[in-house]
């Protein structure tokens, strides 16, 4: 989404449009920018000084799946409200899930420049004239929260990176004799990018995207915000992102259609062209074909702005801060005994090391602490494989223990009052037999969404750089923009004191990524240093290679769609597919009551792909369950305070 990074929606708008609004009377009220789908502040609940409530129930036996941020982040929010009976069971050897941070060196124990490999750069939800922790999200509490040092990301296009390059058509496009890379400076961030035909892209985007933001930015949070979105919805519900670009756009919004914004007018060429270089953060042909809803929530509501990068828990020189708990430890070991990947505090993975290692200062301890206390806290390298609705209306957990070691692997089962159930939704389908649930309890609806989700791939091929490269380079630009298999490059440095720096050489998405993945790994980075080289070679304002900067060898390679416990990037919907998506987050409040079954995370939620929606779905199921406990909510919130997901009758 490369096109629209310079205008930073919807920070600058949602600045103004404060200053005329009048402030919301509901303290739990959301605020411009956030997603749509639920106007409601989840930062102002959980932090509070004791956390979201106050258990009364204690001991309900509560068992969570998936040690990812949205395991973690409900284990932590169930510890800080006083239940003391919580397993989390992960089936690999490590924390994090679609979070996994890769060390840059594998040679070297010490601080250095880490490769993300899975989510890489985090909105915080701030306006423009805030810091970044200032964000009324539950991403910028937590960095807060655990002192995590971060940066503004550089994304292509923005004011964050010294140059942009653009090579789309064998470098055709700037009408030059040979070819050409366009190059895009934008040290100000409101320079538009090179060439008339790259403006014209950027001119029709930018009145759409304006029109769209201004008017929500104003209706937001009102006692008009639930229906101005529910005819958002009606009309683009059904419409792909394809179909969104070429829709005809129209002159003016009218107040009496407040869900019609139009369409983007573009022609065919210009299509391609926006394919290939999208909207502010690499390109956003993959998407092309999924519901428009999904890039409209990315870019309007505020997903794709100020996005920045996490360096992890550390100090101004990288290195991780000295009261980080166990960060010299040897070996981190489960309730068993099993040892898993010790934390390191650098890149975004601090964040999930924080959740778990970190003392709440509401609590005696840490939830790890709180786990080794017990058999039957944390377990890792464990493959849940069943879950028994039994007639006491408990639920029985069936797995694995010992998962990557057939020849030792022993099943164990534990009984529980609720199940938070994080996984990737096809996992699900794929790996865990749920048993004796009615359809009052699981409805075939539910069971159908989350089995018909589409999953898509992605894949990341990251290497070290040299630091002379940013240093010293400035022939070839930091970020390049390409229509060849690479598609995205990325360049950039978290600190001086770091050996080295990082190039991302090939960020791919669904069919961009699917491509790809018949090579071996040592295959796919000569490959994509070799092309990268042949773009520059050809680009006859540039014609240096880049290789020389590259430690080719030390390259690491990412593809989430073969990774056992993903089975995909992000989840993703159709177009007519977005009602069932909302119908699986509206999942808890309407049946796990019932079912003592709580769906959490990404796989339900609409917001593919980020780190937010996680944590979002992780409180979800923590509200619910203190809920049904009937735990004392904490700040005078009640379930009434919480609004309702709205989907078509």
């Keep these: 989404m490369t096109i629209g990074s310079s205008y930073n929606y919807p920070a600058h708008v949602a600045k103004d449009a404060a200053r005329k609004k009048r402030s919301v009377g509901n303290k739990w009220s959301g605020r411009f920018p956030n997603p749509p789908d639920l106007c409601f502040d989840y930062r102002a609940l959980v932090e509070q000084e004791n956390g979201i409530a106050r258990a009364t129930d204690p001991q309900h036996r509560i068992c969570i799946i998936g040690a990812g941020v949205t395991g973690l982040t409900a284990a932590r929010e169930l510890h800080r409200c006083g239940f003391t009976h919580i397993t989390l069971i992960e089936q690999s050897t490590r924390i994090g899930g679609r979070h996994l941070t890769v060390p840059g060196s594998r040679q070297s124990s010490a601080s250095h420049t880490p490769f993300e490999m899975g989510a890489m750069r985090m909105p915080f939800f701030n306006r423009a004239d805030e810091s970044p922790i200032e964000g009324r999200s539950l991403m910028a509490y937590y960095a807060n929260t655990f002192d995590l040092a971060f940066c503004e990301f550089a994304n292509p296009g923005s004011q964050w990176v010294k140059s942009t390059g653009i090579y789309l058509r064998e470098g055709s496009l700037g009408g030059e004799s040979r070819p050409q890379m366009l190059i895009w400076n934008n040290p100000d961030g409101e320079t538009p990018p090179p060439g008339e035909k790259l403006q014209a892209v950027y001119a029709k985007w930018k009145t759409f995207a304006d029109r769209m933001t201004r008017h929500v930015a104003e209706v937001y949070a009102s006692e008009s915000w639930e ?331 990412q593809r989430w769609m073969t990774d056992k416990n993903a089975l995909g990037c992000a989840k993703l919907y159709r177009p007519g597919a977005y009602y069932d998506a909302v119908s699986l987050m509206k999942y808890n409040r309407d049946y796990a009551h019932v079912s003592g079954l709580y769906l959490s995370g990404e796989s339900f939620s609409v917001d593919a792909g980020w780190t937010e929606p996680c944590f979002r779905g992780a409180v979800d199921a923590v509200i619910h369950i203190c809920n049904k406990t009937a735990a004392t909510f904490n700040g005078g919130f009640s379930m009434s305070d919480y609004p309702h997901y709205n989907v078509a009758t």
């Design 227 to 557: 229906a101005m979105w529910a005819a958002i919805v009606e009309k683009y519900h059904s419409v792909s992102f394809r179909d969104l670009v070429s829709m005809a756009a129209i002159e003016a919004w009218d107040k009496h259609a407040p869900g019609d914004f139009g369409g983007m007018g573009m022609t065919a060429q210009e299509s391609a062209i926006f394919y290939a270089i999208g909207i502010g953060d690499g390109s956003w042909g993959a998407f092309y074909d999924v519901c428009s809803l999904y890039p409209l929530r990315t870019a309007i509501f505020g997903f794709s702005s100020q996005l920045q990068l996490i360096q992890g828990r550390v100090d101004s020189q990288g290195d991780p801060l000295a009261d980080s708990p166990h960060l010299h430890s040897k070996a981190v070991f489960d309730s068993t005994g099993l040892s898993f990947d010790q934390p390191r505090y650098i890149g975004l993975a601090a964040l999930n090391e924080c959740l778990l290692f970190m003392k709440p200062k509401e609590t005696a301890q840490s939830f790890y602490e709180h786990c080794l206390d017990r058999t039957n806290g944390l377990f890792t390298d464990s493959s849940v494989t069943k879950l028994r609705k039994l007639a006491n209306q408990k639920t029985r957990v069936y797995f694995n223990w010992k998962h990557s070691q057939p020849e030792h692997t022993q099943e164990h089962f534990d009984d529980y009052d609720s199940v938070i159930l994080t996984l990737p939704s096809w996992l699900i389908e794929t790996r865990i037999k749920l048993e004796n649930f009615t359809p009052q309890m699981l409805p075939f609806e539910t069971i159908n969404a989350y089995k018909t989700a589409h999953w898509e791939t992605s894949c990341k091929v990251f290497a070290p750089l040299k630091k002379t490269f940013l240093s010293g380079n400035s022939n070839i630009p930091q970020v390049i923009v390409t229509d060849s298999f690479i598609h995205d490059v990325y360049t950039y440095r978290y600190n001086d004191n770091y050996s080295y720096d990082c190039i991302l050489l090939s960020y791919t998405w669904e069919d961009d990524a699917t491509k790809l993945a018949c090579f071996t790994d040592t295959e796919l980075v000569k490959k994509c240093a070799k092309e990268l080289d042949r773009i520059l070679m050809n680009s006859s304002n540039i014609q240096q290679k880049i290789t020389p900067y590259i430690g080719i060898e030390q390259a690491v390679v």
